[in-house]
């Protein structure tokens, strides 16, 4: 009913930068809060940061300087963009949306994820 397709993963050296797109479609009635949250190898699930649907973001604090989340709201889509980026920050990123995909139901979906490997 909804889905989340992402781009722009891939390599990057120490200190460069990405930028991660996430787009909603579907069923989509309403956007609510979306997300996005990395996962490295052999580690839990951790939040990077998130945006209300009204612009209001949240960082978590080993990314706050250095990550920038925005969404638009026309497109549905959410945007992560990752400036000097360290080898720590290689991970599998994933966004998440809350999408009402009916005037009262509100449900959760996840994108496919997003390699992100920051190496020389």
């Known amino acids: 009913q909804v889905q989340l397709v992402e781009s722009g993963g891939g390599l990057v050296q120490p200190g460069g930068s990405l930028r991660l797109s996430c787009a909603a479609s579907?069923?989509?009635?309403?956007?609510?809060?979306m997300g996005w949250y990395r996962q490295a190898p052999g580690k839990q699930r951790e939040l990077v940061g998130s945006v209300t649907s009204g612009g209001t973001t949240t960082y978590a604090d080993l990314v706050k300087g250095r990550f920038t989340i925005s969404r638009d709201n026309a497109k549905n889509t959410v945007y992560l963009q990752m400036n000097s980026l360290k080898p720590e920050d290689t991970a599998v990123y994933y966004c998440?949306?809350?999408?009402?995909?009916?005037?009262?139901?509100?449900?959760?979906?996840w994108g496919q994820g997003s390699q992100v490997t920051v190496s020389s």
């Open positions: 998440n949306a809350e999408v009402g995909v009916s005037r009262l139901n509100v449900l959760t979906f």
């Open positions: 579907g069923n989509i009635f309403r956007m609510y809060d």
